[in-house]
Nanobody, 128 residues
Framework: VRLTESGGGLVQAGESLRLSCTPS???????????MAWFRQAPGREREFVAA?????????IYADSVKGRFTISRDKVKKVMHLQMENLRLEDTAVYYC??????????????????WGRGTQVTVSA
């Protein structure tokens, strides 16, 4: 399964962006069984968890405290795409954002143990 991110860019503080992640499925059912997440890595810092969403209907979501209330993770099972809507962006949100996924799994586990599927990343830059 390949994960492809899109939607990164340069914005000013306070603005919004929406990231998307599209898996290239092995089977028509692959998207349904993927628990998915976003991680990010800023220059000189370790990769950190951002948000995760459960497989199938995506009824369970988990967020890092630093983005809670500003970011929303969602998935569209018809279009087979996962989104990260980012509002009120801050300078400290600047990072490369990576889509991550695990067949089955759980959002809770992915907070500390990323899945084994990664995208190449998309750059988000927030300027003052």
């Amino acid at each position: 399964v390949r994960l492809t991110e899109s939607g990164g860019g340069l914005v000013q503080a306070g603005e919004s962006l929406r990231l998307s992640c599209t898996p290239s499925p092995e089977t028509p059912n692959t998207f349904t069984i993927l628990t998915m997440a976003w991680f990010r890595q800023a220059p000189g810092r370790e990769r950190e968890f951002v948000a995760a969403i459960s497989r199938s209907d995506g009824l369970t979501t988990i967020y890092a405290d630093s983005v809670k209330g500003r970011f929303t993770i969602s998935r569209d099972k018809v279009k087979k795409v996962m989104h990260l809507q980012m509002e009120n962006l801050r300078l400290e949100d600047t990072a490369v954002y990576y889509c991550n996924a695990q067949k089955y799994g759980s959002p809770q586990t992915m907070q500390t143990t990323p899945g084994d599927l990664w995208g190449r990343g998309t750059q988000v830059t927030v300027s003052a």
